[in-house]
């Protein structure tokens, strides 16, 4: 899986994911991501209908649930 930076232009990637999902969290919010990207501090990438999203803070990095085309997010 190649894990890259995210960038203005992925806004349409997080739509088609998240935006129809019943319980929409923050830290799958485009702006939210894009906000804390600086540094590459989130990273995303997208494989068979799935987006998976990527946080560094420090020493210490976490991934989110992945979201599946056409899911929710729990």
């Known amino acids: 899986m190649n894990f890259r930076n995210i ?13 129809g999902t019943k319980n929409p969290r923050s830290l ?3 702006t939210t991501c894009y906000i804390w990207s600086g540094e590459g501090k989130v ?8 987006l998976y ?3 560094y803070f ?8 992945p979201v599946v085309l056409g899911g929710d997010i729990k």
């Open 7 to 19: 960038e203005i232009t992925d806004k349409p990637i997080f739509d088609k994911f998240v935006k």
């Open 28 to 30: 799958y919010n485009f």
């Open 43 to 50: 990273k995303i990438a997208v494989e068979d209908d799935v």
């Open 53 to 55: 999203i990527l946080w």
């Open 58 to 65: 420090k020493e210490k990095s976490f991934m989110l649930y």
